[in-house]
């Protein structure tokens, strides 16, 4: 089982990026993890191996990048997986038919399509609750639940779930407490130490930060679930190949660095923005106005780069999005390039419209994944794009357009 090197966890944030999980490779004494491109290995002997069987099972390099994770989150076991949906899929069969999930209700739209479209039809399940209050998740537990799951920060709406309260709760009814903290990422938010059982990633945002791979980790402090994912791991073989896993372990190596600058840029970002369209109109749980700013600084050590705002009509989205040349029109998130997307069409296009209008998902919002570029050509990007806005229904200006309603 992948189990972190216990001196891994005693290091600073920068240094477990760089050195956790990782050994001088024995043969040359190589600093850098090879790429193990092998399907299987050796046996010295009949039952003699150097336990490495075959490549679903285990890979040296996946390894690696499973510490090293493990290591940042504070947890104990990785799982890496080839996706981070094949990771949600590969959690959800910890559980059973006749098995009750409490789930936020602004998860990732692709979570929701899961449980819903798929997961349901094998006798989970699923009950969807706005998790930004805690008695709603106390209020929707049944003697069947088995687990609460939470993303924090949301997206698209950086809605902030109170992770001791939800984790309290499950305790007490014996369900898991699962976190997807893709948005954050381990450098601003640790979910174990707020009473999450299992966390889990997209490690194609930004754990490896440079778009170019797909993959998924789970992490867990307990040695038991720890074996029972190692079994799905294995079993129903949702790996990661060993150059994913070797490209996203050189992207953790620098995320501290990253993180920093999301954090510096998206904030700078996020003031301009309410210069732009007024306060309520951005979500950004770094702003003092945010509605639960408060407790995004007793859980998160910082906000990263992730900014939605609502710009009123599909229309005005479209402006922006169609002016903008350093912010690149794309799905995805997390990258040191900077990105602007449409959740109502694109990410966010799988939930029904009915239940994306309750939620806020309108077709005027639009998100920012803020990179890592001079922060001055970002602000001189949306700049460009805010020039000449066409005007919302009644109004003289842009700022007379948020006035207006
Ligand atoms: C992207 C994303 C996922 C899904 O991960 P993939 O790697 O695209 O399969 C899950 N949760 C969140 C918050 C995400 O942003």
């Not at 109109?281 to 900014?307: C, E, N, S, W």
Request: with cysteine; proline share 4%; aromatic share 8%.
């Amino acid at each position: 089982m992948t189990r972190v090197f216990d001196e891994d966890l005693s290091a600073g944030f920068g240094t477990r990026a760089i050195h956790a999980g990782q050994r001088p490779e024995p043969l040359a004494g190589a600093i850098m993890t090879p790429v193990y491109l092998t399907s299987t290995y050796v046996q010295d002997a009949l039952g003699e191996h150097k336990g490495y069987e075959y490549a679903r099972g285990k890979n040296p390099t996946r390894e690696a990048f499973e510490r090293n994770v493990a290591a940042l989150e504070g947890g104990i076991h990785g799982f890496a997986f080839a996706s981070g949906m094949g990771c949600l899929d590969s959690i959800m069969k910890l559980f059973r038919a006749g098995d009750h999930i409490i789930c936020a209700e602004n998860v990732y739209g692709g979570t929701f399509r899961l449980f819903d479209r798929i997961l349901q039809h094998f006798g989970l399940a699923f009950t969807y609750v706005d998790t930004r209050d805690a008695q709603r998740v106390a209020d929707a537990v049944r003697p069947n639940t088995r687990a609460i799951l939470v993303e924090t920060p949301t997206n698209p709406l950086m809605r902030i779930t109170d992770l001791s309260a939800v984790a309290s709760i499950a305790r007490k009814a014996g369900a898991l407490f699962i976190v997807d903290n893709t948005f954050a990422s381990p450098y601003f938010q640790r979910p174990f130490a707020f009473g999450a059982d299992l966390v889990y990633h997209s490690t194609t945002k930004y754990l490896n930060g440079h778009s170019d791979m797909i993959g998924g980790i789970a992490v867990v402090t307990d040695d038991e679930l720890a074996a029972k994912l190692q079994f799905i791991q294995n079993a129903a073989g949702a790996v990661p190949g060993p150059f994913d896993a070797w490209l996203a372990l050189r992207g953790t190596k620098t995320l501290h660095l990253r993180m920093r600058q999301h954090d510096a840029n998206g904030r700078r970002i996020a003031e301009w923005l309410v210069e732009q369209v007024g306060p309520e109109r951005v979500y950004y749980a770094g702003l003092p106005t945010h509605p639960q700013h408060d407790l995004a600084k007793r859980q998160m050590t910082g906000f990263g780069g992730m900014i939605s705002v609502e710009l009123d009509t599909r229309e005005r989205a479209a402006h922006l999005l169609g002016r903008v040349k350093v912010f690149s029109l794309a799905e995805s998130l997390g990258g040191v390039e900077s990105l602007i997307s449409h959740p109502a069409s694109m990410t966010h296009a799988s939930v029904p419209p009915e239940i994306r209008a309750r939620l806020g998902i309108t077709e005027g919002l639009v998100r920012l994944s803020c990179g890592v570029e001079e922060v001055d050509d970002l602000l001189a990007d949306l700049e460009r794009g805010f020039d000449a806005m066409p005007r919302a229904k009644g109004a003289s200006s842009t700022r007379e357009a948020v006035a207006a309603d």
